[in-house]
Every structure is written in structure tokens, then in C-alpha cells.
């Protein structure tokens, strides 16, 4: 949480020498602008209005203790999104807005709801290097969604089956594509909670997905009724992957989406808070660095034509995070969470904050 503690007035320097170095090297391209958003407890404002163009969202929870989070969505599907903002906290996000009227959502707030209105012209074309980073990470996604229908196959033909022991051994290695993509699977409405919530993050009826079967599985080390949470399951990993394959994609959202990956790590894997019942955090953890580094990897070369000192950094702060995950496991094989001491999850915790500082400029730096 340490890289949400930035002063509003050191935010605003760095807005200002963005647009004095131009990040955005062609005079030609589209300059990005910004919105401040001030959270309180009153909650997302009735109505914004903004002009079409790469825009940074600039979230401060000034005094809110109900609302920690300021996200857009169009429809049901999330655009953008400042999630853990607790009193004090800031961060921000960037996207290429395009015409129309969306939604704001403050979660807590006396208005939950707001609109946000985009007017003028959709940006010019991506350019080609835009064009290549997301075919590039389009082809991840899509793999990955592939393999997770393959994998949550396999561990679902053992939970039917109701083999226990392949039915455990089956369940890290189902988890890893689907925690490599979480931030495209969360755009689409409520799959992500259907695929992924965990006790208490949806009403007990709704409960479904994988740790609804986790929790059968390693606390009661039983599978009884699960057949048909985990032919659900199933379903929704199909819809996924059948989704994905024409989700739009735009390098900037590419690029919070990895710096997303890293919130996950934080707030789920570094508390041992996902795999509560089988302990598998780690699995997740460097599944959520990976598909941060894939997302990463595919816009890089858009950065480092502009700020090749910022990408070196942040090449060698992944090298430090997958450093000091190793001594711990690779692939599905990683010591149980409960086996970590105090110290080391602060050196990871450590390791993952000096990569989400330099990742978090990312997103500014593919814009226009
Ligand atoms: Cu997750």
C-alpha cells in the first residue's frame, strides 16, 4: 500500500512534468488530460463531463470511510478502477475515453452511482505499435483462457468423480490462467465473482466457483454436492473464454491492468487471504506477477521508445520479485502460505511495492 502514499501536491508536479518533458513524443498525438476525483463519504459526483481522449483519473480519499474505491464502467463492464483507497490515499488510472455516457460507481457512498459524460470526436486509430501490443496481449488472453478450459476440465472430472486426492492435486494448476488474466475476466460484469469470490464476497446463496469448491475440498476434505458447482464452473470458464475472444483492448487499459495484477498480490496472495482453505497463495501470486509481466512485456516497447530508463527499472524489479519468489516453489509447486514467516512476506510484500511504483507510471506513457 506504501506506493498509494504520494502527497497530492507531488502528483501534481509529476502531471506537470509530464506535459513539460511531452511523455507524449509526437506533438501530433493526442495529449492526455485529467479529471481529480475527491472522494468523500458522499460519493461519486451526479455528473462528470469529459472530452474523447486519453484521460488520467486522478482519485483522492479525502475523508471518506464508507468508499475506498472510484471505478467507470460502461454497461456492466468496468473500464477503469482505483480500488483500496483508505483515508489519505491516492492513485489514478488512464484511459482513452470514447463518446458516449457512462457510469461512475463510488461502492459505499450515500451515491453509489453517477454519470460521466464523453463528448467530442473517438481518438485517431492506434498506432501501429498500439496496434501490435494489443494483438500481442490479445493472444495471451486468449491462451490463457484456453488453458483455463482445459485445466478447470481436468479438476472438475475428479471433483465428479469425487476423487479427492485428484481433485486437490488438480486445483492449483486450474488456478493459475484464470489469476494470470483476473483484470479482463473483472470486466465482464459479475463472471469474475461467479469464477473467483470468496466466502463472504457475495451473499452465502450466490457462493459458488472455485474456493466454494476449495473450501469443500481442503477445510471439510469432502466433495459432496459439488457436482453441480463445479458443472457452473465450467460454464462460466466457457463464457470466458468464448468472451474474450472480441473484448476490446486499448494499451493503456493494458497497461492498469498489470499494475491490477500487482493491487492483487497485495490485497489477496501477500495476507494468504484467495487460498484460504488449501494455502496455495503463492501459486496465485506468481500467476498474478506473470500475467503482469505479460501485459507489461506488450506494451513495452511503446514505453521504451519513450522512457527507456523507466522500463530498465521495471525489467529489473520483475527480475527482483521472481527472485525472491523462488527460494519458495515454481509452476503449481509452492510451500503452503502458513509456512511463511513474518519476515518473508514482508520481503515480498517489499519486492512487489518497488515494482507497482515504476509500473504504475506505465499506463500515462502509452496514451496518444
Ligand atoms: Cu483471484
Wanted: glycine share 8%.
Amino acid at each position: 500500500m506504501e506506493r498509494f502514499r504520494i502527497p497530492l501536491t507531488a502528483l501534481t508536479a509529476s502531471a506537470l512534468s509530464l506535459g513539460a518533458v511531452g511523455a507524449l513524443a509526437s506533438p501530433a498525438a493526442a495529449k492526455s488530460t485529467s479529471i481529480t476525483i475527491n472522494l468523500h463519504d458522499s460519493g461519486c459526483p451526479k455528473k462528470l463531463t469529459a472530452k474523447a481522449g486519453p484521460t488520467t483519473f486522478k482519485i483522492k480519499n479525502v475523508d471518506a470511510s464508507s468508499v475506498s474505491e472510484f471505478e467507470i464502467l460502461s454497461g456492466d463492464k468496468i473500464l477503469g478502477e482505483k480500488e483500496n483507497l483508505s483515508p489519505g490515499l491516492s492513485g489514478e488510472f488512464t484511459l482513452t475515453l470514447k463518446p458516449g455516457t457512462y457510469t461512475t460507481y463510488c461502492p459505499g457512498g450515500d451515491r453509489e452511482k453517477g454519470k460521466l459524460v464523453v463528448t467530442g470526436t473517438s481518438a485517431t486509430k492506434l498506432s501501429p505499435a498500439g496496434e501490435a501490443a494489443v494483438a500481442q496481449y490479445r493472444t495471451y488472453v486468449e491462451k490463457q483462457a484456453t488453458d483455463l478450459v482445459s485445466a478447470t476440465a481436468i479438476f472438475a472430472a475428479a471433483v465428479k468423480d469425487n476423487d479427492i486426492a485428484g481433485a486437490k492435486a488438480a486445483y492449483a494448476p486450474a488456478r493459475i490462467p484464470y489469476e494470470r488474466i483476473e483484470p479482463v475476466a473483472e470486466t465482464f460484469g459479475d463472471l469474475d465473482p461467479k469464477i473467483d469470490a470468496r466466502a463472504g464476497d457475495v451473499p452465502k446463496k450466490q457462493f459458488g466457483g472455485f474456493h466454494k469448491i476449495e473450501q469443500a475440498l481442503f477445510a471439510n476434505n469432502t466433495l459432496v454436492g459439488m457436482t453441480p458447482v463445479v458443472e457452473a464452473l465450467e460454464e462460466n470458464v466457457a463464457t470466458l473464454a468464448n468472451l474474450v475472444q472480441d473484448v476490446e483492448l486499448e494499451p493503456a487499459q493494458i497497461a492498469n491492468g498489470s499494475v491490477e495484477l500487482l493491487n492483487e498480490v497485495s490485497a489477496s496472495k501477500i495476507t494468504g487471504e484467495e487460498e484460504r482453505y488449501s494455502h496455495i497463495d503463492l501459486v496465485d501470486f506468481l500467476a498474478n506477477v506473470e500475467g503482469s509481466q505479460a501485459a507489461y512485456d506488450s506494451v513495452k516497447p511503446i514505453v521504451a521508445a519513450k522512457d527507456a530508463t523507466l522500463t530498465a527499472q521495471i525489467d529489473q524489479r520483475f527480475a527482483d520479485v521472481l527472485a525472491a519468489l523462488a527460494p519458495f516453489g515454481s509452476g503449481a509447486t509452492f510451500v503452503p502460505y502458513t509456512d511463511l514467516t513474518k519476515d518473508d512476506t514482508k520481503k515480498l510484500s517489499a519486492a512487489i511495492d518497488a515494482l507497482a511504483e515504476p509500473l504504475s507510471k506505465v499506463a500515462k506513457n502509452v496514451v496518444g
